[in-house]
């Protein structure tokens, strides 16, 4: 069971990153997914999260209108378009898969670093 994160770096404020979230040791389509941030000194905050069969997503008021969260379930794989970026964006990104199969189960990827500066 894992999650692998990949496509964070550094960017220039007003840029644009897209971040990948590949799954692999379980059935990624039952799975509601999202992407989670930390920024140093601060508690890891919802970003966004999209629903198993995809269509329904949620956002953070403070990332409407620039990030997209999208998912491919043929390729299990969840992605987090950002656009727009501000150096507030500045965060590990974590991917979170979870669903109810007789009991609560969810998975963590390992992070990747996005840095927005010039």
């Known amino acids: 069971v894992q999650l692998v994160e990949s496509g964070g770096g550094l960017v220039q404020p007003g840029g644009s990153l897209r971040l990948s979230c590949a799954a692999s040791g379980f059935t990624f389509s039952s799975y509601a997914m999202s992407w989670y941030r930390q920024a140093p000194g601060k508690e890891r905050e919802l970003v966004a999260a999209i629903i198993s069969a995809g269509g329904r997503t949620n956002y953070a008021d403070s990332v409407k209108g620039r990030f997209t969260i999208s998912r491919d379930n043929a390729k299990n794989t969840v992605y987090l378009q950002m656009n727009s970026l501000k150096p507030e964006d500045t965060a590990v990104y974590y991917c979170?898969?979870?669903?109810?199969?007789?009991?609560?189960?969810?998975?963590w990827g390992q992070g990747t670093l996005v840095t927005v500066s010039s």
């Open positions: 979170r898969g979870s669903t109810w199969s007789g009991r609560y189960l969810e998975v």
